[in-house]
T-cell receptor, first 112, second 111 residues
Framework: DTAVSQTPKYLVTQMGNDKSIKCEQN?????MYWYKQDSKKFLKIMFS???????INETVPNRFSPKSPDKAHLNLHINSLELGDSAVYFC???????????FGDGTRLSIL | DAKTTQPPSMDCAEGRAANLPCNHS???????VYWYRQIHSQGPQYIIH???NNETNEMASLIITEDRKSSTLILPHATLRDTAVYYC????????????FGQGTRLTINP
């Protein structure tokens, strides 16, 4: 039983395309996140939702739009993909209090 | 949240204790010390956290100095599967849940 699952695991696409990454958690957590890990391996938060409400938005370009249809899902849609978007994107979740996050295994996005 | 400083890399022999240090000299009274690790090609994994008392769980022990300005994560009997990047993070329990990851320590367990 995967706690935080992301799909797809790998995504290879061309510049200018639009793509989505899906995330689901079965832990009953109220808060979900998207993190980006670039080629230098720095992990940076992008967004956080609590009970479907956006609570953190870290100066991410408007081309990135998170959507949370319910508290168990947080999807990431990216418009007009650019070369710099190549990275590993991690979804995570946590209970409302505390900083104990559970991460998914990541989606490796490669832009050609 | 307070900043942390960790050595960029460490080596440890398999079966020995791995001691990973972390400095957090600007830590506030209500900030906790968290440790995560990231094994190659996987998502970060929570290890342990503490406020001021030493903590132990099935994965590791956390020793926090009395002045709370530094801490040590101890993996008592390191195995090859413990090779990973270890992150020390300081933050409060309240407020927006934003974990800030630094560069961490790349721990290599040698056979």
């Amino acid at each position: 039983d995967t706690a935080v699952s992301q799909t797809p695991k790998y995504l290879v696409t061309q510049m200018g395309n639009d793509k989505s990454i899906k995330c689901e958690q079965n832990l009953g957590h109220d808060t979900m996140y998207w993190y980006k890990q670039d080629s230098k391996k720095f992990l940076k938060i992008m967004f956080s939702y609590n009970n479907k409400e956006l609570i953190i938005n870290e100066t991410v370009p408007n081309r990135f739009s998170p959507k949370s249809p319910d508290k168990a899902h947080l999807n990431l849609h990216i418009n007009s993909l650019e070369l710099g978007d190549s990275a590993v994107y991690f979804c995570a979740s946590s209970a409302q209090t505390g900083a104990k996050l559970t991460f998914g295994d990541g989606t490796r996005l490669s832009i050609l | 949240d307070a900043k942390t400083t960790q050595p960029p890399s460490m080596d440890c022999a398999e079966g020995r204790a791995a001691n990973l240090p972390c400095n957090h000299s600007t830590i506030s009274g209500n900030e906790y010390v968290y440790w995560y690790r990231q094994i190659h090609s996987q998502g970060p994994q929570y290890i342990i956290h503490g406020l001021k008392n030493n903590e132990t769980n099935e994965m590791a022990s956390l020793i926090i100095t009395e002045d709370r300005k530094s801490s040590t994560l101890i993996l008592p009997h390191a195995t090859l599967r413990d090779t990973a990047v270890y992150y020390c993070i300081v933050r409060t329990l309240t407020g927006a849940q934003k974990l800030v990851f630094g560069q961490g320590t790349r721990l290599t367990i040698n056979p």
